[in-house]
């Protein structure tokens, strides 16, 4: 018998205990041994959660008690977590958790630290889809080329709305509210946040490269109109926020932002809350992994399967996928280095000579129109709808700036890289 | 340093020596140790295979060399395979295999023998996709409600290639070989039977069920038609070859056959020579994975992960994926049972009265007919392309059999099941 502690009984919580109870036949068959839950941690041991398991508000009854063999961790947060998951490690306990803001910030101190125990992450990263999983063991045989995924429900929710629907950004983000499928802050989800720090696990496993939130692109699809919809679909694209992991020589990209996608491409059919992530290998090409990126019982999935490979097996494979230093060589490529092509919307006074004004300050900056499209917005203005050949970010942010404090500008631009 | 012995150095073989040596950087880093390949055995010694590892023509060589730590067997085959590998398990070395055909009849007795010791066969079925890791240990917490599968990359490039540029059945065929998409015996991929072998080792994970090919509906895609795909297209659908392995109540349906399947569905949506699986579990919901099913490299891919498992950790899940029995009460349902909507294509003389007698037996029959088209065909015939309500197998091939003998249809009706 494996006995597990849970640290945070809340939506996923809640969800891991039922399931541990609901489909122990399979569990139990799959695992070669019963897995129970010895207690559960709750600030408010007032609340009913349905649950037949024995409640605790003291983190200390899991944490001290010799009998639990595995901690699983879904309380949320990062320093008090991580505080929590090193006093299980160091008293010899597995830990599993599904907590991505933690890894984003302690996964190397972690890794450090499970050397000899099982610490496992699955539901971090894309909730119920196994990618962790494939990633550090599927794919174990291939130097990968990239990594590239939409990573989070909410915004895709809300891309895929305001293109089918037509609806305003506003509008579908209040729908999105109504639902519970954006909280009331959605800060963390639209900007892109939730999405990085995922992707950043993704990338340590990918490339052993080490970078916290704070060192990488991270945009948000808070400036997506209409317009630009309309224009992503008459030139054959989908507008989708990307995490994107790239190697190129021996540096490493890694962005999250909104990005027009060739609707061809697999990571463009992927509608609606789920989540998807394409991965390149070099020897194996692309596989993509597609599932529910959120929910109670979908993560919990996830952090079950980790619960089962523990009592399978103990510890299987190094918590981020390598033992020594993996693609050593490595670093973190400089934002201002990205090379992409760009989307730019323009809103300009509607007077002569403004294209040429335009045309003379892409040409400073080196940066040459694939196509561009004029459409009347307000009286008197009008939208420029510009996609370029491709270009290095820096010359493309240089340029932004000189456009925006031009007088026949109306507002600042709007950028979408194309992928 | 774990040493390997290559048992079949062909298409595959050959991958996996070149890859360990390409990749040896990243796969010794995962691994924790240097994977080196001690001996490959071949029939033809002749050959040059461009690989600078040491070649035997003697089976004896790996099986009987006490430093060889894995057996990679990738001869192909069936029973001399199986011999093989026993020998190896018995003398106590890991196997790793991409041999679907030897799984598909021996899985359960290879199960008994590798108790206690690693067989792996990531790669037997998809190719480079990490199906059976997503299925035996990602989605372990599952009871699982279905697998759906396009599992053989020659019928969907073909049906694909149908579709969307409208050629023949027979052209696509020779321009698959050509290609080298298809053997010059296509019959193991297009009649089904390649798919088969994939299902039934997924469906031995998933459900625990052992049955063999001649168990199951096997049937291919030699019968569609031009006017099928634009029945389809009308319609809303697509059709695919897919594998299927279903629970019902205590029964499991398994079969391969060709499908009309909703467009929206994302398994609708891959085309080409790539493999998808879409797996239903009851907690998690429908998580799919995509990536090429064959050629060698992407078949390597597999194979060297789960070389790189073993390295890690020798055997780290039982080889089916449980250890006491699984869902022990599930029975195969037997084909005559299965519940489905059909899509009937029936070639009949142009007279009066014919639709009415067609009505009247679909009605002996309980079959509702939910559409019908009718299309002109040759001089004095026409084409009824007819869509039914929920039928029973069992009805609708009596009905088939009735209507073949009608002196007014003119050849054996098509069906097409629709998912
Ligand atoms: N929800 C999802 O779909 C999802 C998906 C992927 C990953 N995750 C991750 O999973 C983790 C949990 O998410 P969730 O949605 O389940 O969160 P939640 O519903 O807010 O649950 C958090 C639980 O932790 C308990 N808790 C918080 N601080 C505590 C403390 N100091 N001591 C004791 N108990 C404490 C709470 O107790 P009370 O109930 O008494 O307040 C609650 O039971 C997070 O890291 C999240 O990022 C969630
Ligand atoms: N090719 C793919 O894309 C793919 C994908 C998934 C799974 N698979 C599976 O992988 C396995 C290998 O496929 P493959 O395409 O690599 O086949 P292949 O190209 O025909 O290679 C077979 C190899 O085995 C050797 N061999 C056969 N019988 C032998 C014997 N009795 N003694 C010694 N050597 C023997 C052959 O030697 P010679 O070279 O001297 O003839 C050859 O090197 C099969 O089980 C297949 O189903 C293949």
């Given at each position: 018998?494996?006995?597990?502690?849970?640290?945070?009984?809340?939506?996923?919580?809640?969800?891991?205990?039922?399931?541990?109870?609901?489909?122990?036949?399979?569990?139990?068959?799959?695992?070669?041994?019963?897995?129970?839950?010895?207690?559960?941690?709750?600030?408010?041991?007032?609340?009913?959660?349905?649950?037949?398991?024995?409640?605790?508000?003291?983190?200390?009854?899991?944490?001290?008690?010799?009998?639990?063999?595995?901690?699983?961790?879904?309380?949320?947060?990062?320093?008090?977590?991580?505080?929590?998951?090193?006093?299980?490690?160091?008293?010899?306990?597995?830990?599993?958790?599904?907590?991505?803001?933690?890894?984003?910030?302690?996964?190397?101190?972690?890794?450090?630290?499970?050397?000899?125990?099982?610490?496992?992450?699955?539901?971090?990263?894309?909730?119920?889809?196994?990618?962790?999983?494939?990633?550090?063991?599927?794919?174990?045989?291939?130097?990968?080329?990239?990594?590239?995924?939409?990573?989070?429900?909410?915004?895709?929710?809300?891309?895929?709305?305001?293109?089918?629907?037509?609806?305003?950004?506003?509008?579908?983000?209040?729908?999105?509210?109504?639902?519970?499928?954006?909280?009331?802050?959605?800060?963390?989800?639209?900007?892109?946040?939730?999405?990085?720090?995922?992707?950043?696990?993704?990338?340590?496993?990918?490339?052993?490269?080490?970078?916290?939130?704070?060192?990488?692109?991270?945009?948000?699809?808070?400036?997506?109109?209409?317009?630009?919809?309309?224009?992503?679909?008459?030139?054959?694209?989908?507008?989708k926020l990307l995490?994107?992991?790239?190697?190129?020589?021996?540096?490493?990209?890694?962005?999250?932002?909104?990005?027009?996608?060739?609707?061809?491409?697999?990571?463009?059919?992927?509608?609606?809350?789920?989540?998807?992530?394409?991965?390149?290998?070099?020897?194996?090409?692309e596989t993509l992994?597609?599932?529910?990126?959120?929910?109670?019982?979908?993560?919990?999935?996830?952090?079950?399967?980790?619960?089962?490979?523990?009592?399978?097996?103990?510890?299987?494979?190094?918590?981020?996928?390598?033992?020594?230093?993996?693609?050593?060589?490595?670093?973190?490529?400089?934002?201002?280095?990205?090379?992409?092509?760009?989307?730019?919307?323009?809103?300009?006074?509607?007077?002569?000579?403004?294209?040429?004004?335009?045309?003379?300050?892409?040409?400073?900056?080196?940066?040459?129109?694939?196509?561009?499209?004029?459409?009347?917005?307000?009286?008197?203005?009008?939208?420029?709808?510009?996609?370029?050949?491709?270009?290095?970010?820096?010359?493309?942010q240089n340029m932004?700036?000189?456009?925006?404090?031009?007088?026949?500008?109306?507002?600042?631009?709007?950028?979408?890289?194309?992928?």
């Amino acid at each position: 018998m494996v006995k597990v502690g849970i640290i945070g009984v809340g939506t996923v919580g809640t969800s891991v205990a039922q399931i541990l109870k609901d489909n122990a036949d399979v569990i139990s068959a799959r695992a070669g041994v019963e897995i129970v839950v010895k207690c559960g941690v709750v600030k408010d041991l007032g609340k009913d959660r349905g649950l037949d398991i024995n409640l605790s508000d003291n983190i200390n009854d899991v944490l001290d008690d010799d009998e639990i063999d595995i901690v699983v961790e879904l309380m949320g947060g990062v320093e008090e977590a991580f505080e929590v998951v090193k006093r299980a490690l160091s008293s010899g306990k597995a830990v599993v958790t599904a907590n991505k803001a933690l890894l984003a910030y302690h996964r190397y101190e972690l890794q450090d630290m499970a050397k000899d125990i099982a610490f496992e992450y699955e539901a971090s990263v894309a909730g119920g889809i196994p990618i962790i999983n494939a990633l550090r063991d599927g794919l174990s045989a291939n130097h990968i080329e990239s990594i590239m995924g939409i990573m989070n429900g909410t915004s895709n929710y809300m891309l895929t709305e305001m293109r089918d629907e037509g609806v305003s950004y506003d509008a579908i983000l209040k729908e999105a509210q109504d639902l519970g499928y954006a909280e009331a802050d959605p800060t963390f989800d639209i900007g892109g946040y939730d999405a990085a720090h995922k992707l950043l696990i993704l990338a340590s496993i990918a490339y052993g490269i080490d970078a916290k939130p704070e060192d990488i692109l991270i945009e948000g699809i808070e400036n997506i109109s209409q317009e630009d919809i309309a224009f992503a679909k008459e030139f054959g694209y989908v507008i989708k926020l990307l995490g994107i992991a790239k190697k190129d020589a021996n540096e490493v990209e890694l962005r999250v932002h909104a990005c027009l996608i060739n609707e061809e491409e697999m990571i463009a059919k992927i509608d609606g809350v789920m989540n998807a992530i394409s991965v390149v290998g070099d020897k194996v090409g692309e596989t993509l992994y597609y599932g529910p990126g959120a929910g109670g019982d979908a993560t919990a999935s996830a952090v079950i399967a980790n619960i089962i490979d523990i009592a399978r097996s103990g510890k299987s494979a190094p918590m981020l996928g390598f033992d020594k230093p993996l693609e050593g060589r490595l670093t973190l490529k400089a934002t201002a280095d990205i090379n992409s092509k760009y989307y730019l919307r323009i809103n300009v006074s509607d007077r002569t000579g403004v294209l040429a004004k335009l045309a003379k300050i892409f040409e400073k900056h080196n940066i040459s129109i694939e196509t561009m499209l004029q459409r009347p917005s307000q009286a008197n203005s009008a939208n420029l709808l510009i996609s370029t050949h491709i270009a290095l970010e820096r010359d493309i942010q240089n340029m932004i700036e000189e456009i925006q404090e031009l007088d026949f500008v109306n507002a600042a631009p709007v950028m979408i890289r194309i992928v």
